[in-house]
């Protein structure tokens, strides 16, 4: 059969000669390559301690953003799980009460949200389809487990801390949400 490649090699059964039966040709040969790495700038870094620069358009972990007086901003619509192709997202609606307008932004809040983060592929759909910028990819690492089910991030890790706020200018300013 004619050959696509050209690089296939017959295989031949002819006897070793004294040299590649001990090895030491091969065993040299190998060594050296390893040694013209060995001194070679390494191409990987020591992570978690060193970290790479991540391009502005990186998208890492999830954000559930307030507004400027401290309210969860998401109205529990559910757009953002319609809009998930990993069915990554599940949320519990629940309807604010008298009291809590300092909590919730809208009349209607998510009771619970819950993403899972092995299922997410980090494509940024859920950020795209929020009509309420509640939503928000960063350029945080969802950090590593042994268990499956610490990776179901609820409310507890996703929503902001009201006074260490996260920050999504990077985001907002890669031109898909026009430079608000
Ligand atoms: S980033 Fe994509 S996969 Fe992950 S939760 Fe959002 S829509 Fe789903
Ligand atoms: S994050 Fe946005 S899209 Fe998702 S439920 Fe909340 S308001 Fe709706």
Not at 39 to 47: E, H, L
């Given at each position: 059969m004619e050959s696509l490649s050209n690089r296939k090699k017959e295989v031949s059964n002819k006897e070793m000669t004294f040299l590649e039966s001990i090895y030491l040709p091969a065993v040299f040969s190998g060594m050296s390559k390893t040694l013209k790495h060995a001194?070679?700038?390494?191409?990987?870094?020591?992570?978690p301690d060193e970290q790479r620069e991540f391009a502005p358009v990186y998208r890492g972990m999830h954000v559930l953003k307030r507004d400027e007086q401290g309210r969860e901003n998401c109205t529990a619509c559910g757009l953002c799980a319609v809009a998930c192709p990993a069915e990554a997202i599940t949320m519990t609606a629940a309807e604010r009460k008298k009291g809590e307008e300092h909590l919730y932004r809208e009349e209607k809040y998510a009771s619970s949200y819950e993403i899972n983060m092995l299922r997410c592929?980090?494509?940024g759909l859920c950020e795209e389809a929020c009509p309420k910028e509640a939503v928000f990819l960063t350029d945080r690492i969802v950090p590593t487990n042994f268990e499956r089910d610490t990776f179901v991030y609820g409310k507890d890790k996703l929503v902001e801390d009201v006074d260490n706020r996260v920050d999504i200018t990077k985001r907002q300013n890669t031109g898909k949400r026009g430079n608000k």
């Open positions: 001194f070679r700038k390494p191409v990987t870094i020591r992570y592929i980090f494509c």
